[in-house]
């Protein structure tokens, strides 16, 4: 071997050695290695994570937060009421794959039915058989209009469809309080996204299944502590950096580094969309075009506990028809239900964004007037309040994807679609027929199991 091919070698074996050293390395801190690391201890990860373990499969779960969970988050904080704080109901019991779950872990349910509802006018009286009628017939003239926009041509937002329906209606106040009652109240609640930003064409291009909806009565926390048990999970372990351009994959946290033959990247969809993860090499153009087009609804939650009730109490919804639009449109009641003096109030998109900025005084003293006008002066003041802020949250940013404008749901299997058989995706933003939903969540994580043990 001539001396110029010697000094070429050794080069390059140095190179090898010390020019891809990583953070870990010169921070003195070894390599964690593991045949599989899932990134998020959320329903996804938790789902793929058990049924991974169950084939044999050794698996660390990595978890930025100090709990697990994600977006399923049972307070704890009034010890005799578990109250859900993320996903609430199992949307559906029927052919359910959480109501297997729920069966499994013997959890106690209690049912909520939509039909069991009251809903006021904007001076907080009862609706009159009149109102009623006048609200059934726009809500048809909604629902026709909506049906003729997904057969249109060109897609538009659900606002635009609505403004375009509203001026061939009589102009008058009541009538624009109706319309967004209805947007609000039946849309934007259900979609989380703005009815601004919502597709005509796909914002309800999402499955459901059949039967009533029901809530734990110990919150969602026995889902994740049964899926969780036996798991290796790791918590406080922000990832800065996936490195997939070879095997095997090198993970570098906020902690350390982490090396697996298989990564599953279970990430909310806002935290991909904000760029808090860097990706080496950047994923391919599929996947950022579908990240740039989908988008994080929000849907907040505000807790209220009275010293009794003071509402009707064989009623579980309460709906009131706001003078602005989207405020306090939907309450539920945990009277019935539970036999708790607990209202849980409802923000959804543009509203529930704005909300955020508020302080806990501010959103709960808004409350109360809303609460005040349906049942009175004389009400008394909440004993203590639980106020969720999805949009402020720097790992989820949002409560639950949506479809706006512009995209398709063809653009969820963009995102899930695996890359080689290094790098995995679930989540519920990645499943095209049932996302937005804790069993999208959850079927994802299946889903990408069987992707990698394939």
């Known amino acids: 071997m001539d001396r110029r091919t ?4 050794f080069a390059a074996v140095l190179a090898g050695r010390f020019g891809t050293r990583s953070l870990a390395a010169e921070a003195g801190r070894d390599v964690v290695k593991r045949p599989v690391i899932i990134i998020g201890a959320g329903l996804a990860g ?35 009421v578990p109250l859900d704080l993320g996903a609430t109901w199992i949307h559906g019991v029927t052919e359910n794959p959480l109501t297997e ?41 909604v629902r026709q209009a909506l049906k003729s926009a997904q057969n249109a041509d060109q897609d538009a937002s659900i606002r635009d469809v609505i403004d375009t329906l509203q001026r061939q ?18 849309i934007e609640q259900e979609y989380a996204g703005s009815a601004r930003r919502l597709s005509s064409h796909w914002y309800d291009s999402a499955k459901s299944f059949g039967g009533e909806d029901v809530l734990f009565a110990k919150g969602f926390q026995v889902i994740v502590d049964l899926l969780s048990e036996g798991l290796t999970i790791r918590t406080g372990q922000v990832v800065k950096q ?43 153009h599929k996947k950022t075009s579908a990240l740039s087009h989908l988008e994080m609804g929000i849907l907040n939650k505000c807790y209220l506990r009275f010293s009794k009730v003071f509402w009707p109490d064989d009623i579980d919804w309460l709906e009131y028809i706001p003078s602005k639009h989207g405020a306090w449109t939907e309450w539920v009641s945990f009277a019935r239900a539970a036999n708790q003096p607990i209202l849980l109030g409802f923000n959804a998109a543009d509203r529930g ?10 959103i709960v003293v808004s409350a109360m007037q809303t609460l005040r006008i349906m049942f009175g002066n ?55 027929e049932y996302f937005g939903t804790a069993h999208g969540a959850y079927m994802s994580g299946v889903r990408a199991a069987e992707e990698m043990m394939s």
């Not at 069991?116 to 609706?127: A, C, K, L, P």
């Not at 209606?169 to 609000?184: A, D, G, H, K, M």
Request: negative net charge; contains cysteine.
């Open 46 to 80: 938790l789902a793929a994570g058990r049924e991974l373990q169950e084939q044999g499969q050794d698996v660390l779960i990595l978890e930025a937060r100090d709990r697990v969970g994600g977006r399923l988050w049972t307070s704890q904080k009034w010890k005799d």
């Open 6 to 9: 010697l000094i070429s070698l």
């Open 378 to 432: 004389a009400i008394p003041e909440p004993v203590d309040f639980q106020i969720t802020r999805w949009a402020s949250d720097p790992f989820a940013f949002g409560s639950y994807s949506f479809n706006p404008v512009g995209s398709h749901p063809r653009m969820r299997c963009h995102l899930a679609q695996p890359l080689g058989e290094r790098l995995y995706f679930a989540g519920e933003a990645t499943e095209q």
């Open 242 to 284: 996936i490195d997939w351009s070879s095997s095997p994959v090198r993970i570098i946290t906020n902690q350390g580094e982490y090396a697996a033959d298989q990564v599953l990247v279970t990430l909310p969809l806002g935290v991909l969309k904000a760029g808090s993860v860097e990706f080496k090499p950047q994923l391919p």
């Open 101 to 141: 779950l729920a069966e499994e872990a013997e959890a106690q349910r209690i049912e909520t039915s939509y039909d069991r509802n009251i809903v006021y006018d904007s001076n907080g009286q009862e609706q009159t058989k009149e109102l009623e009628e006048r609200l059934e017939q726009l809500r048809s003239k």
């Open 169 to 186: 209606l009589p102009v008058n106040e009541i009538t624009r309080q109706l319309l967004n009652f209805v947007i609000s109240g039946e």
């Open 353 to 362: 964004r704005e909300i955020e900025a508020w302080t806990d005084r501010e």
